[in-house]
Nanobody
Framework: QVQLVESGGGLVQAGGSLRLSCAAS????????MGWYRQAPGKQRELVAT???????NYADSVKGRFTISRDNAKNTLYLQMNSLKPEDTAVYYC???????????????WGQGTQVSVSS
């Protein structure tokens, strides 16, 4: 069994910073693409940023220049550094792994439980 557990959310004032972490636990060989997604109340879940196992990144236009995604493959941990936060960044942030390879097979589209980020004006 593989699990993704997010941490680091909280309440911050506009202009502030937060760092989210997502730890992958369990017995597996590798994870391909990992990403952060967010869902605000009454809205659909949307992509924030993704990163491949080789380190190639992709960002939503709304967070470019403010957020930085990174991963430590040795620690099986994904990060999201969020700077210059805005009230519109308020949402539940979810970690995703598109493909997890293990001795028992492959798990596709794995999600964490989410962590709340609230930005006050």
């Amino acid at each position: 069994q593989v699990q993704l557990v997010e941490s680091g959310g909280g309440l911050v004032q506009a202009g502030g910073s937060l760092r989210l972490s997502c730890a992958a636990s369990g017995n597996f060989f590798s994870i391909n693409v990992m990403g952060w997604y967010r869902q605000a109340p009454g809205k659909q879940r949307e992509l924030v940023a993704t990163i491949t196992s080789g380190g190639s990144t992709n960002y939503a236009d709304s967070v470019k220049g403010r957020f930085t995604i990174s991963r430590d493959n040795a620690k099986n941990t994904l990060y999201l550094q969020m700077n210059s936060l805005k009230p519109e960044d308020t949402a539940v942030y979810y970690c995703n792994a598109d493909r997890v390879r293990a001795h028992w097979g492959t798990k596709y589209d794995l999600w964490g439980q989410g962590t709340q980020v609230s930005v006050s004006s």
